[in-house]
């Protein structure tokens, strides 16, 4: 009889356990592209320097009222673009604006997100996502991996997608 209860007891501990252990690995952070994997999964990579940021919390709706969505905040830095190292010619669907690609010279609009510090323990995140490692900052030089979405907006690779320069 004791050997069955422990058998029992066990097999409870397990069930409920594993579900625990699952959830810890799919929050996990993304580890860093190694600068090889950015240079080949990126379509573009700028040096240039940020101009401006703006930043918003994500918005979501819930019948007729919209809502903050917890722990996400979207960026857009306003770039002045120094130099082009890499340019990749992927496929298009014909969306890109021509305005935002970029050139030497040109303004382009990078956007990226990361965590909202404030709420770390959101429930709404996706698993594994983080965005950023780390935020920009206004009048920092930077050489930038950017991705082309299907809308011809450009995105930093996550979650290391820049990188400083110091001049």
Do not use: C
């Not at 994500?58 to 340019?87: C, M």
């Not at 920092?140 to 450009?154: E, P, V, W, Y």
């Amino acid at each position: 009889m004791n050997q069955k209860l422990f058998w029992i007891g066990l097999s409870i501990v397990i069930a409920t356990a594993t579900p625990l252990a699952f959830t810890q690995t799919l929050n996990a952070a993304l580890p860093p592209i190694p600068a090889k994997e950015l240079n080949r999964l990126s379509d573009y990579i700028v040096v240039g320097k940020v101009n401006k940021i703006e930043s918003r919390k994500v918005t979501t709706r819930f019948g007729d009222k919209l809502q903050y969505s917890e722990g996400i905040i979207q960026h857009k830095a306003i770039v002045t673009v120094k130099r082009l190292e890499s340019k990749k010619n992927r496929s298009s669907n014909g969306k890109s604006k021509a305005s935002n690609l970029p050139a030497p010279g040109k303004t382009i609009e990078v956007h990226y997100w990361t965590l909202d510090k404030e709420s770390p323990d959101s429930p709404g995140r996706p698993p594994g996502a983080q965005g950023q490692n780390s935020l920009l900052q206004e009048k920092t030089m930077a050489k930038f991996f950017i991705r082309k979405d299907a809308q011809g907006k450009l995105h930093l690779l996550e979650p290391n997608g820049w990188q400083p320069l110091w001049s």
